[in-house]
């Protein structure tokens, strides 16, 4: 009897070192998303593959009619991850180690604006909210080049991923609206490649297409960096 008790303590003892190696080695999801947070604006988790190269696995065809279209095609508002907003892990991200916290909020910090070029310097809240967080391949432009026959989950991935999501001033935004690479590009020319080749990485991550025009504007843009990796692929 002893000896049946021994083995079933020494079982159960076994079973707690697994399950503690286990934990101990595996990632929580806050650490991946961490790894995430770090992909920011300027410093990106590149793959291997060139922006050119996904480019050209790209179908060219015509924009399709924007019928149906609304942003709660895509999403309601940004997911909590963790008690934080996915909207304040952008902006987080995006303000790196400068950035000032309360909370999940970040209330002061500095932020290297991708759109424009300019340095920021933010001292509150309410100057930190007036920055948006842009969809790199806006949502109307993703639903009239494929995202219109994709399940609501994947128009959901779209919409939060944060592959597809900068921090970026307002009126930069506002000037770009729902354009694609043929009608807007950012002011900031040295942020183009980069651009660009985040809007190529998205649409090839979602089977999105291009037009023919995008197509031209994006290969113009990525001549000048023919090195330019895709972003995640």
Known sequence: MKLKKRRIVAVISCL???????????ESYEEIFVKIENTGAEEILAGE???TEV?????VKGRAPKTGYSREEFYNGWPTV?????????LKREFGESAVLEECN???GEFLEPYTGEFMTFS????????QIDHVV????????????????ERYSIATDPLNLLAVDGPANAQKSDGDAATWLPANKKFRCQYVARQVSVKYKYGLWV???EKEAISKVLSNCPEKKAIGI
């Open 16 to 26: 707690i070192l697994v399950i503690f190696w286990i934990v101990a080695n595996s």
């Open 49 to 51: 593959t060139l922006a």
């Open 55 to 59: 480019l050209e696995k790209l179908e």
């Open 82 to 90: 963790d008690g934080c907003s996915l909207r304040q892990r952008i």
């Open 106 to 108: 970040v209330v002061a």
């Open 124 to 131: 509150s809240r309410e100057e930190v909210s007036k920055l």
């Open 138 to 153: 806006a949502l109307s432009d993703a639903w009239q080049k494929g995202a219109q026959n994709l399940t609501k989950e």
């Open 211 to 213: 037009t023919e025009a």
